[in-house]
């Protein structure tokens, strides 16, 4: 018990020093310059309904959307949900009742808005799906996301090239293992989640069936490795349980979908006996600043950077077009069934980033300083 809460403070610590900083970090850019197009906000109100702000991604996430929103002339109403999906319904309901024109939502359980997405299509008030795609509902007009299933790919290729099975240029090597890994997922509620396993698992499965890759646990179905609402404490105990499980067989990677998951992880295994300079391969995602320190520092191996500014400036442009008038750019119109109809999205890429590539992908992009890390 006493573990996560230390967890838990240092993940609010974490956050705290963040906004202490003026949030400046995690890649909340300048907004960028207007194109000169016709971009009118003139104080319409768009609602930026966000998960939490447990992580400081999200905050990269609410802060981007909102300064570039604000650069274009629109009020913002930005909310976050504290990881509650009442919380975040009702926010969304209050935000159609207070006049938002536009709606951009990344959502804690993309099943749970059908009704106060009703709501909203009865109002005539666009919707975009941020991150993470809504399902279940016809109100949902466009989605922005990175390449998920191919984020999945670039954690499991990141594990392979950790544990020496592939090369530098992603070439399977002469290195036949067997090695011993456990795999974790992201939440089941998030439609996010399956797209990174999926990618993962057909990337690693070839290599299970073939022996070089071994899963002592013997957990390789979604729903065992699967944490709901990404809680690292979530992800600790899974792991201290495996460990126990297995008992002395020594691990030699554990794919991660989130650093969050990760720092979890990496908790459980040094109480479990391993020390920090002998942990297994470790992946992640979102490039967040105690994991990037972790790499820099040979824990955690790698993890995924998706570039909030980037995706912040689909969705405003998203927003903007609709707004105005126009349509909005896409550049997928098969991937993101939701049930009800294939969302139109733009989707973004993202890059692995390790101890070699770290400096030049996160700060020489300006996405952090130097001394963030
Ligand atoms: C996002 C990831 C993030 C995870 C946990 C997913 O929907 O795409 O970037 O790591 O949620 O917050």
């Known amino acids: 018990m006493k573990k996560h809460r230390i967890l838990g403070a240092v993940a ?96 804690i359980d993309g099943t749970t808005l059908t009704d106060v997405l009703a709501q909203a299509g009865d109002a005539g008030i666009p919707v975009i799906a941020y991150d ?54 992201g939440s089941p509620d998030d439609n996010n989640a399956t797209f990174f396993w999926n990618g993962a698992m057909d990337t690693l499965q070839p290599l299970i069936d073939e022996g070089v890759l071994e899963v002592p646990s013997g957990q390789v179905e979604f729903e065992q ?60 995602q979102d490039a967040e600043v105690g994991s990037v320190q972790s790499i820099i520092a040979g824990e955690q191996y790698s993890t995924i950077f998706k570039d909030t500014r980037l995706l912040a400036e689909q969705a405003v442009a998203m927003v903007d077009a609709l707004l105005s008038g126009e349509e909005p750019e896409v550049n997928d119109t098969e991937t993101y069934d939701n049930g009800e109809l294939i969302v139109p999205s733009y989707l973004l890429e993202s890059t692995i980033v390790t101890v070699d590539n770290y400096e030049e992908v996160l700060i020489e992009s300006g996405y952090y300083d130097e001394g963030d890390l």
């Not at 036949?176 to 890994?181: C, L, Q, R, V, Y």
């Not at 998951?261 to 300079?277: C, E, K, N, R």
């Open 225 to 284: 490795a699967a944490i709901l609402r990404w809680l690292p404490e979530t992800a600790q105990e899974r792991m201290e349980n495996i460990l126990t499980v297995i008992g002395d067989t020594r691990l030699d990677g554990v794919l991660s979908p989130y650093d969050g998951l990760s720092i979890g992880i990496i908790s459980a295994l040094t109480s479990g006996g391993y020390s920090t300079d002998a942990l297994p391969v470790i992946t992640g």
């Open 132 to 185: 993470r795609l809504i399902n279940g509902s016809p109100n949902v007009d466009y989605y922005t996301t990175f390449d998920n299933y191919q984020v999945g790919v670039q954690q499991a290729t990141s594990l392979l090239t950790g544990l020496g099975v592939l090369d530098e240029s992603g070439e399977r090597t002469d290195e036949a293992g067997p090695f011993n890994i456990e795999l974790f997922a």
């Open 12 to 107: 609010a610590a974490g956050v705290i020093a963040l906004l202490a900083t003026g949030c400046g970090r995690g890649g909340t850019a300048e907004p960028a310059a207007s194109d000169g197009a016709d971009t009118g906000g003139q104080g319409q109100i768009v609602g930026v309904a966000m998960p939490t702000q447990q992580s400081e991604r999200w905050i990269a996430d609410g802060a981007n959307v909102q300064s570039q929103l604000e650069e274009l002339g629109y009020t913002v109403d930005l909310q976050y949900a504290n990881d509650d999906i009442p919380t975040q319904v009702s926010q969304i309901e209050n935000m159609i009742s207070s006049g938002a024109e536009a709606l951009i939502i990344a959502s």
